[in-house]
T-cell receptor, first 113, second 114 residues
Framework: DQQVKQNSPSLSVQEGRISILNCDYT??????FLWYKKYPAEGPTFLIS?????DKNEDGRFTVFLNKSAKHLSLHIVPSQPGDSAVYFC????????????FGGGTRLMVKP | DAGVIQSPRHEVTEMGQEVTLRCKPI?????LFWYRQTMMRGLELLIY????????DSGMPEDRFSAKMPNASFSTLKIQPSEPRDSAVYFC????????????FGSGTRLTVV
């Protein structure tokens, strides 16, 4: 049973446009959420996070939105750049999960010049 | 800090052989995680240590997999005997714990079992 799901395995966007990556979760005990970015042949790196007490967190071109009632979060990248092309994983933790993060399956973003 | 260090970066082995993957976490981090990345399952947690003690190994596929953390600066993941379906990228991550920090991942070990 996947507690964190990323239903789009891939997304293609034109440079300069907005990229929206989506993530759904089932465990209502999760109380913090993170996005990781992964380039080929490298480990995932932390990108941005949000606590369940917030519904939005912004860091430069990256904004994460959290809709607790829908158990849904999204990552917006504006404007998208070719260097953003990578696999993006959402992750959730907290509550009865303790220190453990549960990851989604990832979405491969391709930003075309 | 050099980050989380994994070795080897690549491992090709024959079915039935023993494979040992190694990880050195970031100094001072008290939690260590082993993950496996496959096309089908994405990033799946295999085992989690806190203060060198295994806390949750429910993700370990079967008895062929074992993990140890003899001290705060070293962990191993062993597969014996290895099978072709074990082929994947194995990541180690460490964390200081707490909600704000997330994990720092190593660069991974790409395992190919032929």
């Amino acid at each position: 049973d996947q507690q964190v799901k990323q239903n789009s395995p891939s997304l293609s966007v034109q440079e300069g446009r907005i990229s929206i990556l989506n993530c759904d979760y089932t465990n209502s005990m999760f109380d913090y959420f993170l996005w990781y970015k992964k380039y080929p042949a490298e480990g995932p790196t932390f990108l941005i996070s949000i606590s369940s007490i917030k519904d939005k967190n912004e860091d430069g071109r990256f904004t994460v939105f959290l809709n607790k009632s829908a158990k849904h979060l999204s990552l917006h990248i504006v404007p998208s750049q070719p260097g953003d092309s990578a696999v993006y994983f959402c992750a959730a933790g907290g509550g009865n999960a303790g220190n453990m993060l549960t990851f989604g399956g990832g979405t491969r973003l391709m930003v075309k010049p | 800090d050099a980050g989380v260090i994994q070795s080897p970066r690549h491992e090709v082995t024959e079915m039935g052989q023993e494979v040992t993957l190694r990880c050195k976490p970031i100094s001072g981090h008290n939690s260590l995680f082993w993950y496996r990345q496959t096309m089908m399952r994405g990033l799946e947690l295999l085992i989690y240590f806190n203060n060198n003690v295994p806390i949750d190994d429910s993700g370990m596929p079967e008895d062929r997999f074992s993990a140890k953390m003899p001290n705060a600066s070293f962990s191993t993941l062993k597969i014996q005997p290895s099978e072709p379906r074990d082929s994947a990228v194995y990541f180690c991550a460490s964390s200081l714990g707490g909600q704000a920090y997330g994990y720092t991942f190593g660069s991974g070990t790409r395992l190919t079992v032929v």
